[in-house]
Each structure stands twice: as structure tokens, then as C-alpha cells.
């Protein structure tokens, strides 16, 4: 059973920063590519980054180019999504996804969930 478990959301002013962090359990989580998602109050979910098994691979959606980076660490069973000059407009459930190679920006082939993680993002 793969588990999934977000950590780092939080409320945090327009301007500011916040580390997301996604722990996966299991014993093959290099063979996964992780994507983040984020969903806000009645809207889709809306993917914002994605990254490769090895962490070679990255790919970053156009709201996320720029302020957003998307690394892991193999060794931790972690991946994270450093978050820079955050808007009001990012805030959301923030979630992580897990999925065997290759990464996709299509929620619906991610295999495994986490319960999200909030990020507000004030004004």
C-alpha cells in the first residue's frame, strides 16, 4: 500500500514563500514520478508541476514558470515544491500525486493521492 502525506501549507501573505512537502512510503519511490495539484474552492483541479523518477525531468505549468520549483529527494521518499512570490490566486488544497514514469500533467493517471494540504494566501 502506497501512502501519500503532504506537509508546509499555511497561511502566508501575497509576496511570501512556502515549502510544500510530499513523503511517500515504500521502498521504490525513484521509480515514481510525482506531480503537485491544486484545487480551489469550486474549481477544477489544475495541475502545477511534475517531476521524473531520477528528478532529471521537470515540467512546471505556466502560472507556476518562474515562482515555483519542483525537486525530490530519493534518499527521503520526498518530493517538494518550493513556492516563491505567492498570490492571492494560488491559494488552494495543494495536492501530491504519485504515478509510475512517465510524469503526465493529466491528473486522472496518477495512481496514488495524498489528503491535500491548505495554502492561503492573503491580500
Known amino acids: 500500500q502506497v501512502q501519500v502525506v503532504e506537509s508546509g501549507g499555511g497561511l502566508v501573505q501575497a509576496g511570501g514563500s512556502l515549502r510544500l512537502s510530499c513523503t511517500v512510503s515504500?521502498?521504490?519511490?525513484?521509480?515514481?514520478?510525482m506531480g503537485w495539484f491544486r484545487q480551489a474552492p469550486g474549481k477544477e483541479r489544475e495541475f502545477v508541476s511534475a517531476?521524473?523518477?531520477?528528478?532529471?525531468?521537470?515540467y512546471l505549468s505556466n502560472s507556476a514558470k518562474g515562482r515555483f520549483t519542483i525537486s525530490r529527494d530519493n534518499a527521503k521518499n520526498t518530493v517538494y515544491l518550493q513556492m516563491n512570490g505567492l498570490k492571492p490566486e494560488d491559494t488552494a488544497v495543494y495536492y501530491c500525486?504519485?504515478?509510475?514514469?512517465?510524469?503526465?500533467?493529466?491528473?486522472?493517471?496518477?495512481?496514488?493521492w495524498g489528503q491535500g494540504t491548505q495554502v492561503t494566501v492573503s491580500s
Open positions: 500525486a504519485a504515478r509510475g514514469e512517465p510524469y503526465t500533467n493529466y491528473a486522472s493517471r496518477y495512481e496514488y
Open positions: 515504500g521502498r521504490t519511490f525513484s521509480k515514481y514520478a
Open positions: 517531476i521524473s523518477g531520477n528528478g532529471g525531468r521537470t
